[in-house]
């Protein structure tokens, strides 16, 4: 192969000045083996370039895509794409990553680009448009105040439809801190990114891309991706059991995403309706028609709208549901839907338990059609407005002020304007105002817009600071991030993961293990395997923290920063378990590194990538370090546990007729918890009263310039074991049941 030859990374990141209109490329060959791609060379880049106390409203500011190098080269479900900025919702405004699905990661790939920095602050509204190699600033004039549905139809009808636009919406424009970005229709890359482009007055990023990556060994490539789908990958959220007993099937799980079964369509499908059937492991064609989350999101009456199953570049699981409602058309103009998260069951999920609006649920709990309409016509609005909804708290702030008569209280006389006796009475149509009032951030006029800035500010507005002990808030962080996967999810290890970034983790490893289906018993002989006897407590019934515990959510951080990294779908990575009963049910820990290797031609170890992606978290914990405040406002606190780890009161109270570590409960124990913290901070070599990173960790991770940045700030931890001291080896584990790996067995 010759010397000068790129294998992965296409070898540049464009750079677009908006303030002077320069635009130039730079080499990443140096980020590359430390910093992977995607969340880490986002996080480097933020890091080396956006100083400690920048405002996200500052042209100081920057917002940064990256990609990694699996994006585009024939690995499954390799069509990520991470962000990285300041968050303009929380304390402190620090670094947070917005990732998302959709073309965008590969289009960006295939136009020769790892990543983009856009900086400065255009004086006009405008959009970036790279087109391979050509890039430039374009007059988007026209296209400010439209919605992210209209501009990206305007935008695909000038420059093709081979272009993948991401946009902002009206809540971006208005610089609303929950304001997201939407590519492909329904995408959205969220935690305010919208908002800081639209401060910089982007209105949309539009790609082209028509190159190719190259792959150092494409068979193995293709052996790998072959063996993946046959035998280890199971359904979204890599539940590996179907939701129904099935002739192959040894084991079901009424609550696994691997929905398909005989005499479940797709019922309105272009064509005519396809059965979904029962696609077994080994069916490499069938892997598509597992997953039909429109059913399993919406309920039974969601079927006859259901189109397809689609999903993001590179995908064959395909979790996300498109449907088309002839009522919602009529309602909001918009003839299709498509999502795959919370912005699909925004209502039924999130508003219902504590709106309990009457015809929306039969008796026995069904969704009804009265359903469908709530969450589809809430996620077409919030989707074309490019509001963001801070993984569903946007919607928990709606329902609880409405129903606890906070919004009557503080609209007054504009209280009646928004309709909710009618959304009571079956009417879900005023919700098109209230979250265009919201998206407005015309809190002068329209107070309800207070919602959009989170609960740091409208709690402090309108004194209802016992929001944040409720558990109806579900928000965990007295910094203004909600529950993603928390306490609910083993515990102390969820609890763990749901404290270390800066909004809310967006963590799936955990939550793949323990929604996967397999029988208890089951999983913790698998838990032991990987992270030590005692990893794994049934749910709802937890046992007293331990060092396998603390392993388990050291590998559950690690493992979703690698994959933000590599640009991997976290809601499938990694690969645990799996649905093949002749492997034992275990998965294949390897698979990221044998791609890696395979891609790159480069061989790796996954503790190799592991420790990688340990550098990119404590190099964000570095950064937060040193742009946090403490208690007085002082710029530049170490107290992680005191400042930054703190977990709301709710989980400690909650069910409070049960004692902590007793079946039938997930309610934290206060001495547990600060035990629980101590064991991850040791498990990453933190300091174990600060929770800081230490010389030790820095220099074991090659983090010089951050151990004297934060040696000079004083801001430096103490103690801290050495790297080879506290790790685990994983390289190995589960290597009994690896089967026919085309990697191991050549």
């Given amino acids: 192969m010759a010397d000068n030859v790129s294998y992965g990374w296409m070898g540049w990141i464009a750079r677009v000045n908006l303030t002077s209109g320069e635009i130039t490329e730079e080499s990443d060959e140096a980020l590359q ?25 500052d042209e100081e500011n920057k917002a940064v895509l990256a990609v990694g190098p699996l994006t585009g080269a024939g690995v499954p479900l390799a069509g990520r794409s991470t962000w990285a900025t300041l968050s303009t919702f929380t304390k402190d405004h620090l670094v947070v990553d917005c990732h998302c699905g959709g073309q965008l990661g590969a289009k960006l790939k295939y136009s020769g680009h790892d990543g983009l920095i856009i900086e400065g602050k255009a004086d006009k509204p405008v ?21 992210t549905r209209e501009t990206t139809e305007a935008l695909c009808k000038k420059h093709g439809v081979d272009v993948c636009v991401a946009a902002i919406g009206p809540a971006g424009e208005n610089l609303l801190p929950y304001a997201c970005v939407i590519n492909t229709r ?33 068979q193995m490539v293709a052996d790998l991706s072959d063996y993946m789908i046959e035998q280890v990958i199971g359904s979204n959220n890599n539940h590996v059991v179907p939701s129904t007993q099935q002739s192959w099937a040894e084991y079901y799980d009424k609550g696994s995403r691997w929905t398909a079964k005989k005499g479940l369509y797709w019922a309105a499908a272009e064509g005519g309706a396809i059965e979904t059937g029962e696609p077994k492991p080994f069916e490499l064609n069938t892997m598509g028609y597992r997953c039909m989350k429109s059913t399993k999101d919406l309920g039974p009456e969601a079927e006859k709208y259901t189109v397809k199953m689609a999903g993001c570049h590179g995908c064959p699981v395909r979790c996300y549901a498109q449907v088309k409602h002839p009522k919602i058309l009529e309602m909001t103009g918009y003839e299709s839907m498509g999502n795959t998260c919370v912005p699909n069951f925004p209502f039924s999920s999130y508003m219902q338990s504590m709106m309990k609006v009457p015809g929306t649920t039969t008796e026995d709990g069904a969704l009804t059609e009265q359903s469908v309409l709530y969450n589809l016509l809430i996620q077409a609005i919030v989707d074309d407005l490019g509001l963001w909804c801070n993984y569903a708290q946007l919607y928990r702030d709606i329902a609880h002020t409405y129903v606890d008569g906070i919004l009557e209280r503080e609209l007054g006389d504009q209280f009646a304007e928004y309709g909710f006796d009618k959304i009571m009475a079956g009417d879900p149509t005023p919700f098109i ?3 265009s009032d919201i998206a407005s951030n015309d809190t002068e006029n329209k107070p309800i817009a207070w919602l959009g800035h989170g ?56 939550v793949n293990f323990q929604g996967c289906g397999l029988p208890i018993e089951l999983k913790q002989e698998m838990g032991a395997e990987m992270w030590g006897e005692g990893a794994v407590d049934p749910d709802k019934n937890y046992s007293p923290m331990n060092e396998a515990k603390a392993e388990f959510a050291w590998w559950s951080i690690v493992t979703d920063v690698l994959h933000d990294s590599l640009t991997l779908c976290n809601w499938v990575w990694p690969m645990a378990m799996a649905p093949a009963k002749e492997r034992s049910y275990r998965g294949d820990l390897d698979l990221e590194a044998q791609f890696y290797t395979a891609v790159i031609g480069q061989e790796v170890t996954i503790d190799d990538l592991y420790k990688a992606a340990e550098r990119i978290m404590t190099l964000q914990r570095a950064a937060t370090v040193r742009g946090m405040t403490d208690d007085e406002g002082a710029m530049g606190c170490n107290d992680m546990r005191g400042v930054h780890d703190i977990m709301t009161e709710w989980p400690f109270t909650k069910d409070p007729d049960i004692e902590p570590f007793t079946a039938g409960t997930d309610k934290m124990e206060h001495e547990d918890w600060e035990t629980a913290l101590t064991m991850l901070y040791q498990r990453f070599g933190w300091d174990e009263k600060l929770g800081c990173p230490t010389a030790q960790c820095l ?13 000079e700030l004083g801001l430096l931890g ?28 050549a």
């Fill in 127 to 147: 959009y970036i448009l790279i087109d391979d190699d050509e890039i430039s600033i374009e007059d988007a004039s026209a296209l400010w105040g439209k919605g």
């Fill in 699 to 711: 220099d074991d991770l090659g983090l010089s310039d951050q151990k004297a940045d934060l040696e």
């Fill in 186 to 218: 329904s995408h959205s890359a969220g935690a305010g990114l919208g908002a800081v482009l639209g401060s910089k007055n982007v209105k949309a990023v539009v790609v082209r891309g028509t190159k190719g990556v190259n792959v150092a060994d494409p």
């Fill in 433 to 435: 105002k209230i979250l």
């Fill in 33 to 57: 083996k430390d910093y992977i791609g995607g969340m880490g060379f986002a996080n480097k880049i933020m890091y080396d370039e956006v100083p400690a106390g920048v405002d996200w409203m």
């Fill in 455 to 510: 609960p740091l500010v409208w709690t402090e507005k309108w004194n209802d600071a016992a929001w944040y002990d409720d558990s109806r808030s579900c928000l965990i962080n007295y910094r203004g991030w909600p529950v993603h996967h928390a306490i609910e999810c083993f515990g102390q290890v969820g609890g763990l993961y749901n404290m270390v970034f800066n909004r809310d983790d967006m963590i799936h490893s955990a």
């Fill in 718 to 745: 103490e103690g801290g074991a050495p790297y080879d001291e506290r790790t685990r080896t994983y390289a190995g584990v589960l290597a009994d049941y690896c089967g026919d790996n085309p990697a191991l067995n």
